[in-house]
């Protein structure tokens, strides 16, 4: 992958501007179809709220409680497809779901929401299908959840004295227990999907550049230019050098997301809502758990990733700079209380390694609260000419971006059908996924790397692992961890330099291999991350200062 600002000169039969998810399936469903293709983003690829989601491929199972049946229904679907097409980026997750004595849902009704959720996806293989399982096997399954009897002692204890009982029934009468851990019940597991955000993305930008297209970050939207009142172009300024040309295009998309709403027909489209993940140390499951919060009734999530724990997230309405989306100490208290609620051993502030924060843009909605709005998309083409995307998810994106070129395609008088469904992705290994894997851990094994850094190695690179063994046959010593407790090698990192079109090192660490949001990493270490890549990217000392400060 490699950066061209000035073939942006051509004449392209579609100028998408926005590079998250949506620009970059837009891009590459165009592309796949033979169209011209130009995607600018203003920033790195995925740098808005496509790097800062939960990492879920999912149907949003708390979609059905708002009678969202088609978002759901769709969302499955491409799950379904997406573990089939790409399944080195797209993996299967299991979710646990408990029942308390309070829970809002109880058992029966969690059993008909997840019958109904395994129907419409088409009732699925052992992997996904959803379980009952009793107190103690869930327990078991998540022995760091708090509200099992014994831990709350709420045991029938024959050697109990009476003072103990009646002190116990009067602290109660004084201290209210509403926000204390109730007595679990059972609960649910189910399967689901987990991705890396920004790495879906690149491989989609990677995919787009290999059918043709011309696909540059640091490529700011300057202004849609338009001739007798219909845009046909945009003109686009190279951030990094400040060169600024006209891209000349028959059709033009706007998938900026949030920033949408500057302008106030964005914002008359759109409702923006802030959601924050915390970063905290990992849990003893390799399954997440989707709870509810006692304060609001919203789900969140316990997310386990790449040998972290994320929790998250919030959902609410923002007005503040779309340029700068930052984490408050009330989001964390929010979380950390919510989430502790339900832990044997409660998390602090002083636990969180790490954490991000990013903005939603859905389609406008008078719902009293941003979580209870619809996270369906939909497609805006103002008089100019300009499409807009508004909405959506991660994992519907894929099907939307077909209506986008579908629309695009008839404006254009071509007749050419989507090319994405089922098309396999661009990385995806050609032998089968399960042979293909052992071998793969097998031969990094063999190399000296160790055998997690090996699994997270063919997820984030499909079939181009090779070339990270290739860098590690030329210098065994890049086969270690960058960081002792997460799977990432030194290899791994010169890769994504080289290979990867990264112009910044908050690009290379923060996307490509999220180290600056997984570990504390100071100074010192930044440097020496910046000096080891800093001969792929033609950096100098003063760069590589420049840079590693940048990243602090």
Known sequence: MQRNFSALQNEFDLLV????????????????????????????????????????IHGGLRY?????????????????????????????????????????????LLEAGLTLYDAMAGFPGETMRHH?????????????LAGTASNRDERTDVGASLLAKVWKAFASKLAPTSDESPRLKGGFTYGDAQTDDARLVLELVAGALARGAVCVNYARLVAWNEEGGKVGGATVQDVSGGETLAVRAKQCVNTVGQWT????????????????????PALPTSEAILLTAKRDGR???????????????TDTDY????????????????????????????????????????????????????????????????????????????????EDAAVIVDAVCARLGVDVGCATKDTNFPWKP????????????????????????????????????????EIVEGSPQLAARIVAELPFIYADMVLCAQDEMVLHLPDLLRRRMPLLILAKLNAAEIRQLAELVAPALGWDAERIAQEAEASL
């Not at 049946?69 to 979710?95: D, G, S, T």
């Not at 339900?342 to 002083?350: C, N, P, Q, S, Y």
């Open 299 to 313: 789900v969140f999530f316990i997310i386990p990733w790449y040998g972290r724990t994320l929790l998250g997230t």
């Open 64 to 108: 059905l409680e708002t009678y969202d049946f088609k978002l759901v229904r769709k969302a499955l679907k491409e799950r379904k497809m997406l573990l089939q097409i790409a399944p080195h980026r797209v993996w299967p997750l299991r979710f646990g779901v408990p029942v308390y004595a309070d829970s809002r849902n109880g058992t029966l």
């Open 430 to 469: 050609t032998q089968d996924f399960a042979v293909w894997s052992d071998e793969v851990v097998l031969r990094a094994q063999r190399l000296g790397v160790d055998g997690e850094s090996a699994q997270w190695l063919l997820r984030r690179h499909g079939s181009r692992v090779e070339k990270v063994f």
């Open 319 to 398: 007005r503040g700079d779309i340029d700068r989306v930052v984490v408050e100490d009330d989001d964390v208290d929010y979380l950390l209380a919510a989430a502790n609620r339900f832990l044997k051993t409660a998390w602090t502030k002083a636990d969180v390694i790490g954490s991000y924060a990013g903005v939603r843009a859905m389609k406008q909605s008078d719902a009293a609260h941003p979580s209870k709005a619809s996270r369906d998309w939909e497609l805006k083409t103002d008089g100019s000419g300009l499409h807009h995307a508004i909405g959506g998810k991660l994992t519907s994106a894929r």
């Open 17 to 56: 501007c926005g590079g998250g998810i949506y620009g970059a399936w837009t891009a590459y469903d165009a592309a796949l179809r033979g169209l011209r293709v130009a995607l600018v983003e203003q920033g790195d690829w995925a740098s808005g709220t496509s790097s800062v989601s939960s990492k879920l």
């Open 132 to 144: 009952h399982h009793g107190q103690q096997e869930f327990s078991a399954h998540f022995p760091f």
């Open 261 to 280: 709403t500057a302008t106030a027909q964005g914002r008359a489209w759109c409702r923006l809502s802030k959601g924050i993940h915390l970063v905290l």
